[in-house]
């Protein structure tokens, strides 16, 4: 069974830091691309940032680029979002997100992954 469990949101005021964790268990985890996307309330769920497997490349939604990063820990089964500066237009629920299609080009910023976490939440006060 595909299990991706979320963990690291909260509250946190504008300007601020926060880490989230995924760790990932059912699947090979190495060969897999990994992202993160959210959903704000009212509002579509959107790619944030993804992490290719074979090759480890990254890629980020302009809104986010240089205030996010993304990692993965294939020996903990586990990828990151480190994000800073956060924005009160960051608050949403978090998703981890798996694909075995290991797709480049910002392919999984505009498309859904096969595998989901429940979420977690991330709220930033102004």
């Known amino acids: 069974e595909v299990q991706l469990v979320e963990s690291g949101g909260g509250l946190v005021q504008a300007g601020g830091s926060l880490r989230l964790s995924c760790v990932a268990s059912?699947?090979?985890?190495?060969?897999?691309?990994l992202g993160w996307y959210r959903q704000a309330p009212g509002k579509e769920r959107e790619g944030v940032s993804y992490i290719r497997g074979s090759d480890g490349l990254t890629y980020y939604k302009d809104s986010v680029s240089g205030r996010f990063t993304i990692s993965r820990d294939n020996a903990k089964n586990t990828v990151y979002l480190q994000m800073n500066f956060l924005k009160p237009e960051d608050t949403a629920v978090y998703y981890c997100a798996a694909d075995s299609r290991d797709y480049g080009g910002r392919y999984y910023l505009h498309y859904d992954m096969h595998y989901w976490g429940k979420g977690t939440l991330v709220t930033v006060s102004s």
């Open positions: 059912g699947f090979s985890f190495d060969d897999h691309a």
